[in-house]
């Protein structure tokens, strides 16, 4: 029934028979045939189909709800005893939005000096593909914003405050500036991430609220090149300080503070479940450790 129902969840990430079979390590007709036995063993058609995949019944959609949390429950009962037998071992999946990325490492590597057979992916997403890929068992937890938008059925600990800064040529018209506001940051061009990062609907917002429309001269989804553009001194930009000093700044460059009365928060998000599993537990502890270091604990 699990094998199954791993069928099932792959095929809702895949949104493809031929791709689903080729993730579950199976033929195609060796997957349809046991999505075939689990609609048989439940009397019910769970999959719309013809020569391709055209999407989930809505009986197949509560199927699909329960096969996650029991996939999960399996996936964590298993490490367990794994855990029981060598300790606390395996790998851990995280997915984080763009800016969290340079605090991923204080979560990473404590945790590795604690249980050294620990290994880990890290993969850059916007904030719904953390949350999707977190639901869909493609990952164990993720680092986003969790305070500014829903985040649905997930539990969080707040980890570190995003305090933005105005990356500047030195000689621009605002590059002495020991501060500046958002209307100021508005009336220059900027260089900003794309409007499906969560970080950009932020500026957005509070370029809107200090009456500016924004209107970047250049977009991208990489921290990377909107950073090598703004280390030309030609470009400005918009980034969370601690984003900032990880990338490195020249002489040439200011990184200037951004008057902020309420900063967004930065946050470990992980599955509404109990008991965890032993590897997501390990982490969810040292995420709260180094909330309560950087006080993002008590912020709210």
């Not at 099932?8 to 990430?13: H, I, K, Q, T």
């Not at 707040?158 to 500046?180: K, N, W």
Request: aromatic share 4%.
């Amino acid at each position: 029934m699990i094998d199954k129902l791993e069928m099932l969840l792959a095929l809702a990430r895949e949104q493809h028979f031929g791709r689903a079979a080729e993730v579950c390590g199976i033929t195609q007709p060796t997957l349809s045939a046991g999505l075939k036995q689990l609609e048989e063993t439940f009397g019910l058609l769970l999959v719309n189909r013809q020569s391709r995949f055209l999407g989930f019944t809505p009986e197949g959609e509560r199927v699909l709800d329960w096969a996650r949390r029991i996939v999960a429950d399996a996936h964590a009962m298993h490490q367990e005893i794994r855990a029981l037998k060598r300790g606390v071992a395996g790998h851990l999946r995280l997915a984080a939005v763009p800016t969290a990325l340079p605090i991923v490492a204080e979560l990473t590597t404590p945790l590795r000096e604690r249980y050294p057979e620990v290994l880990f992916t890290v993969v850059s997403r916007n904030s719904i593909d953390v949350l999707t890929e977190l639901d869909n068992l493609e990952v164990d937890a993720g680092l986003t914003y969790v305070y500014n938008e829903p985040l649905g059925r997930v539990r969080f600990v707040p980890l570190h405050q995003e305090r933005y800064h105005l990356l500047i040529a030195a000689e621009a018209p605002l590059g002495r500036r020991s501060q500046v506001t958002w209307a100021q940051v508005g009336s220059i061009p900027l260089c900003l991430l794309t409007p499906d990062m969560q970080n950009r609907r932020i500026i957005d917002r509070r370029l809107r609220e200090a009456g500016v429309e924004p209107a970047p001269t250049l977009q991208s989804n990489s921290m990377v090149v909107l950073f090598s553009h703004v280390r030309t001194g030609r470009w400005a930009s918009v980034m969370p300080a601690v984003l900032a000093e990880t990338m490195g700044l020249t002489d040439k460059i200011r990184s200037i503070p951004i008057v902020e009365p309420d900063p967004p928060t930065i946050g470990l998000v992980y599955p509404q479940r109990e008991p965890l599993a032993p590897l997501t537990a390990a982490l969810v502890t040292e995420a709260r450790r180094l909330g309560q270091t950087r006080g993002a604990l008590n912020a709210r």
